[in-house]
């Protein structure tokens, strides 16, 4: 007796298998047409043919109406904790003032410190919660959050306590990043090493309380070095923390090579990837995280190279790097359609990269991006067609029902119905 049985599945994505999925096979899409999942005790407990589900009895019975299912989203790279906004700095790109001029005058990322350091504990986590529902909404079950609008002792970790307490409460599960190089701060201007080296003294303390798993730096002119990227991560590294990097997301500083030499599990942006770059990549465990939507909204012509990078053999994933300032959205929806029009990737590497590779991007592999019997049932079921349709028609907000851990927990447009 299931507790759940969803049956007059169109077509599932199972996106079965094990492991990261690289390059070619990124192109192969697993899936069963005509298809029902049975779900017990919060897992994918059985998987079948639609004719089979009629043999199996269920407290509970859900009709995916010949629809499209999947396995819950994952975004494996956000912004998520801040307070205030950047839409006055709008104004500023329309007239050519660039993202990292805008953080030269103070603005842009420091803008977002200033706010976030005046914020209370309950305000960022009372804002989060509200981008968090609007990411489930999108079938988004697994996210990464950044902290990174501190540059400060104090506030660094009031981030990361806020991402630990919406894991904790919320159905969407939080992978925390601490991300303090995010920026040299007002106060450090002149000193940038002291800065770095604050934030190197603050990691045991995120280690002992366990307030992240991973650390991150923004390597880019006018912020971190890439010797200064290389001495950071290495001892974040020394200290038992999982490593990422913000790499050549403006200028081809070498940040993708530096991601491969120090073994970081995911390397993120990469528009400015070096030939050897892309290389090394495509030959290494380094997930490729692209971010399109960061391009897009900083008008830029010049996309990551998702072509080369999946035929040179890389596992290429996909995110919203939702924040205030490069990136103001939690659909991640549009960044599908994003990929498929200026990323040029398949339909099916899309859903490769939203699912399987994201989950792997953030060490969630074994838990997210899948349905298999034995794993958590977070599943998503579509009021679409099949799986293409949803890269194809942009703009709306595709998903009918969102199950996390065997459970309804958002229907559409009506938010948390937990
Ligand atoms: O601008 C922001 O707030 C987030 C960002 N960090 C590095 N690139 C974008
Ligand atoms: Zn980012």
């Not at 500023?92 to 603005?107: C, E, N, P, T």
């Not at 989060?128 to 400060?152: I, P, Q």
């Not at 880019?220 to 991560?233: C, I, K, N, P, Y």
Request: charged content about 25%.
């Amino acid at each position: 007796m299931m507790d759940t049985l969803i049956v007059n599945i169109g077509q599932l994505l199972t996106m079965e298998g094990d492991g990261p999925v690289k390059g070619e096979k990124m192109k192969t899409l697993p899936l069963i047409e005509q298809a029902a999942v049975g779900i017990k005790n919060g897992r994918v407990a059985w998987i079948g043919s639609n004719e089979e589900a009629k043999t199996i009895s269920a407290s509970h019975l859900i009709d995916a109406e010949g629809k499209l299912v999947t396995p819950g989203l994952v975004d494996p790279h956000t912004h998520l904790v801040f307070a205030g906004s950047r839409e006055h700095e709008l104004p500023l790109k329309q007239q050519g003032v660039s993202y990292l001029d805008i953080l030269k005058r103070g603005g842009g990322i420091l803008s977002t410190v200033r706010a976030t350091r005046a914020a209370s504990e309950d305000e960022l986590y009372e804002k989060a919660r509200v981008h968090l529902n609007r990411m489930l909404s999108y079938g988004v079950t697994t996210v990464e959050a950044k902290s990174g609008y501190g540059l400060d002792v104090e506030t660094e970790q009031k981030q990361l306590r806020v991402a630990k307490r919406l894991h904790q409460t919320h159905h969407v599960e939080v992978v925390s990043t601490f991300l303090g190089a995010h920026a040299i701060p007002a106060e450090h201007q002149d000193n940038p090493d002291d800065f770095l080296q604050q934030m190197v003294d603050l990691l045991d303390v995120i280690k002992q309380e366990q307030l992240a798993e991973f650390v991150d730096i923004f390597c880019e002119t006018g912020v971190f070095t890439v010797e200064q990227s290389r001495t950071f991560l290495q001892k974040a590294k020394e200290k038992g923390f999982a490593v990422k990097i913000h790499a050549d997301e403006i200028d081809p500083l070498g940040g993708t090579e530096l991601a491969v030499e120090v073994g970081a599990v995911s390397a993120d942006h990469l528009v400015g990837s070096s030939e050897a770059g892309i290389q090394q990549l495509a030959h290494s465990n380094t997930i490729a995280v692209l971010l399109p939507g960061t391009s897009f909204y900083l008008g830029k012509r010049k996309y990551a190279k998702a072509r080369q990078m999946i035929d040179e053999g890389a596992a290429v994933a996909l995110a919203t790097d939702f924040n205030p300032g490069s990136s103001p959205t939690e659909n991640l929806q549009f960044i599908m359609t994003l990929a498929a029009l200026y990323l040029r990737m398949t339909p099916e590497e899309i859903w490769h990269a939203v699912t399987v590779n994201a989950a792997y991007a953030i060490n969630r592999g074994q838990d997210a991006g899948r349905i298999m019997v034995g794993r958590r049932a977070d599943i998503v079921i579509w009021d679409a067609p099949n799986y293409m349709y949803v890269p194809y028609h942009y703009g709306i907000n595709h998903v009918r029902m969102v199950l996390k851990d065997g459970k309804v927990v958002s229907e559409r447009g009506r938010g948390d119905v937990s």
